[in-house]
T-cell receptor, first 110, second 114 residues
C-alpha cells in the first residue's frame, strides 16, 4: 500500500543545534515534495518545495534534501531557535494528488 | 493585506444539524480546497475547485457539500450524513491548480459535535 511516514514522536532539540526531520514514503513516484510548518490551532504555512531532479534546496536556515532512491526527504533547521518549535508537515505530489504526512512536532529547548 | 479567512474559528453542531463553514480569499487564486485534519493523520482532501462553478470530490467527500459561485468564496457544508464530523477543517487556495502547487491555508475552523 502507499504510505507517507513522518516520525510521530516529538523531536526535542537544544537551542542552537541542527534539527533534522524525516519524511519517508513507499509506493509513490513523487514529482515534487513540499514542507509546511503548522503552529497549534493554525493553518499550515508553506516553507519549501523540492523537485524530483533536485537533490537539495536551501532557504535561510532551512535545508531540504530529496533522495528518490531511498524514498526519503530530510528537513534540516540549522542554528535552531525556540521560535522554530512547531509541527512540520511533508506533502508529496504524485499522480495529480497531494499526499500529506501526519507531521512531526519539533520542540526547541532554550 | 491578502490572504484566506475562515469563519467561525469554533463551531458546535448538534446531532442532525447541517452547518456551513465559510472560506474567503482575496489572493485571486483560481483553485480552492477543503481539507480535514484529525490527530495523528495527514490532511485529507474533502473537495476542491479549480474554477468558478466547478468542483470535484476529494478522498472523503461523503457527508459534505460545497459551492463555488464566486472566485473568492468556497463554503463547505457539513451535513447530518457525516457521521463523525468532529475535526479541524482547513481551507486552502493555490495559483497552480495542479497537485504540485504551493497551498495557502486559512486559519481553520474547529468543529465539535455536541
Amino acid at each position: 500500500s502507499q504510505k507517507i511516514e513522518q516520525n510521530s514522536e516529538a523531536l526535542n532539540i537544544q537551542e542552537g543545534k541542527t534539527a533534522t526531520l524525516t519524511c519517508n514514503y513507499t509506493n509513490y513516484s513523487p514529482a515534487y515534495l513540499q514542507w509546511y510548518r503548522q503552529d497549534p490551532g493554525r493553518g499550515p504555512v508553506f516553507l519549501l518545495l523540492i523537485r524530483e531532479n533536485e537533490k537539495e534546496k536551501r532557504k535561510e536556515r532551512l535545508k531540504v534534501t530529496f533522495d528518490t532512491t531511498l524514498k526519503q526527504s530530510l528537513f534540516h533547521i540549522t542554528a535552531s531557535q525556540p521560535a522554530d518549535s512547531a509541527t512540520y508537515l511533508c506533502a508529496l505530489a504524485s499522480n495529480y494528488q497531494l499526499i500529506w504526512g501526519a507531521g512531526t512536532k519539533l520542540i526547541i529547548k532554550p | 493585506d491578502g490572504g484566506i479567512t475562515q469563519s467561525p474559528k469554533y463551531l458546535f453542531r448538534k446531532e442532525g444539524q447541517n452547518v456551513t463553514l465559510s472560506c474567503e480569499q482575496n489572493l485571486n487564486h483560481d483553485a480552492m480546497y477543503w481539507y480535514r485534519q484529525d490527530p495523528g493523520q495527514g490532511l485529507r482532501l474533502i473537495y476542491y475547485s479549480q474554477i468558478v462553478n466547478d468542483f470535484q470530490k476529494g478522498d472523503i467527500a461523503e457527508g459534505y457539500s460545497v459551492s463555488r459561485e464566486k472566485k473568492e468564496s468556497f463554503p463547505l457544508t457539513v451535513t447530518s450524513a457525516q457521521k463523525n464530523p468532529t475535526a479541524f477543517y482547513l481551507c486552502a487556495s493555490s495559483i497552480d491548480p495542479t497537485s504540485s502547487g504551493r497551498k495557502f491555508f486559512g486559519p481553520g475552523t474547529r468543529l465539535t459535535v455536541l
